[in-house]
């Protein structure tokens, strides 16, 4: 049978695709191995320019695992967590630049700037490496992934760790609870952060909620109310008929606005106090 030039050309492109990043190797073992060079700038935000050359005469498939946590060179700059496995391909001996996303993991640092440096990177401590395994496996809004970050690597509330689909971050929140070994909030506080890519980090109050359990003897007209840490009354005065028995109070307490600060919330009648709890922005 005769071989057209076709035929050969079509082959070698098959057995190159085939041949394509064959080798899948952790990206730890390729570092320690030599396997590969790196080159670590921030984009500005929590964008990595990872750029890596293969030192190999082979296709290799480079793994960042979740958990993998890149150090700023820069100490007072926040390190980044990759929550989300990511797979990087490269041709032999190619020299390629790829984008690595993750969070903040130093709460008090400033926030990675445009051209900083970063590290190769490591594997996270445990608890950091349990969390990212979690948030690998979900499909958690980047904004709740942060504060799930920041509530194990800074400890930081557990009850930041909300969003608009709480059935998926109630079920983040008792798993970082248990981590850290602590109860579960009784209220969550939605926020918003946003880490600009000069480094700062900036956090809006948006909305609590709660269900407090509260009793009453007899039927009353009652108001639910907040007073900050002066007793000054702030946000929304609602009024409200209260019947006896024992009852669940739902709170949908919208906080856009409020300063840092200790806050009461109090549901009372005229000559007595139903609910009286403590909360904080």
Request: aromatic share 10%; proline share 3%; net charge positive.
């Amino acid at each position: 049978m005769t071989i057209t030039a076709k035929q050969i050309s079509v082959s070698l492109i098959a057995i190159s695709f085939n041949s394509y990043a064959t080798n899948c190797v952790n990206i730890e073992e390729a570092i320690n191995k030599k396997l590969i060079k790196t080159d670590v700038t921030c984009k500005g935000g929590l964008v990595l320019n990872y750029k890596i050359k293969n030192q190999t005469p082979d296709s290799i498939k480079i793994i960042v695992p979740s958990g993998w946590r890149i150090d700023a060179e820069k100490e007072n700059y926040q390190d980044i967590l990759v929550a989300h496995e990511q797979i990087l391909a490269l041709r032999e001996n190619e020299t390629k630049s790829f984008e690595i996303k993750g969070y903040c993991c130093e709460y008090t640092n400033n926030g990675p700037i445009n051209g900083l440096k970063y590290s190769a990177g490591k594997l996270a401590e445990s608890r950091l490496m349990l969390l990212a395994k979690y948030l690998n496996a979900g499909n958690i809004d980047s904004n709740t992934e942060q504060y799930a970050v920041w509530a194990i690597s800074n400890n930081r509330p557990t009850n930041n760790i909300t969003g608009a689909n709480d059935s998926l971050t109630e079920n983040l929140r008792h798993f970082v609870a248990s981590v850290k070994g602590e109860p579960v909030p009784w209220y969550t506080l939605r926020k918003k952060a946003h880490i600009s890519s000069t480094g700062g980090i900036y956090e809006y109050p948006i909305k609590l909620k709660a269900s407090v359990n509260y009793n009453v003897s007899n039927t009353c007209y009652a108001y639910f109310f907040v007073v900050d840490s002066l007793g000054n009354k702030v946000g929304e005065i609602i009024g409200q008929w209260l019947l006896p028995g024992t009852h669940d109070y739902a709170v949908n307490l919208n906080v856009k606005g409020f300063k840092k600060g200790k806050y009461k919330m109090l549901l009372a009648a005229e000559n007595e106090t139903f609910i009286d709890k403590e909360f904080e922005i």
